[in-house]
């Protein structure tokens, strides 16, 4: 049974930081990309950021690029987002995913985290 659980959401103010994570099991971990997405209040769901099984590999959607950092430990199975410079547009609810063999496939997610930037 695949489970991913997310945490590290909360109320924050504008220009501070969280950490993210999302616990796995039930899959194999160091080899499968990892992602997160973000749901805005009314929005679709939009992807955030990837980052392939062995670490090497990161991508992120231009609105977080160079405040948000992927990573990974293997030993743990546990994704991390480290978000800093928070703005009031990161509000949302995050979630973790497991990609899936087709490349931009995802057919594992979490159940989200809730993060609000208070301005």
């Known amino acids: 049974q695949v489970q991913l659980v997310e945490s590290g959401g909360g109320l924050v103010q504008i220009g501070d930081s969280l950490r993210l994570s999302c616990v796995t099991s039930?899959?194999?971990?160091?080899?499968?990309?990892m992602a997160w997405f973000r749901q805005a209040p009314g929005k679709d769901r939009a992807f955030v950021a990837a980052?392939?099984?062995?670490?090497?590999?990161?991508g992120y959607d231009d609105s977080v690029k160079g405040r948000f950092t992927i990573s990974r430990d293997n030993a743990k199975n546990t994704v991390y987002l480290q978000m800093d410079s928070l703005e009031p547009e990161d509000t949302g609810v995050y979630y973790c995913?497991?990609?899936?063999?087709?490349?931009?496939?995802?057919?594992?997610w979490g159940q989200g985290t809730q993060v609000i930037v208070s301005s």
């Open positions: 995913a497991v990609g899936g063999t087709v490349l931009g496939s995802y057919p594992y």
């Open positions: 980052i392939s099984g062995s670490g090497i590999s990161t």
């Open positions: 039930g899959i194999s971990f160091s080899t499968s990309r």
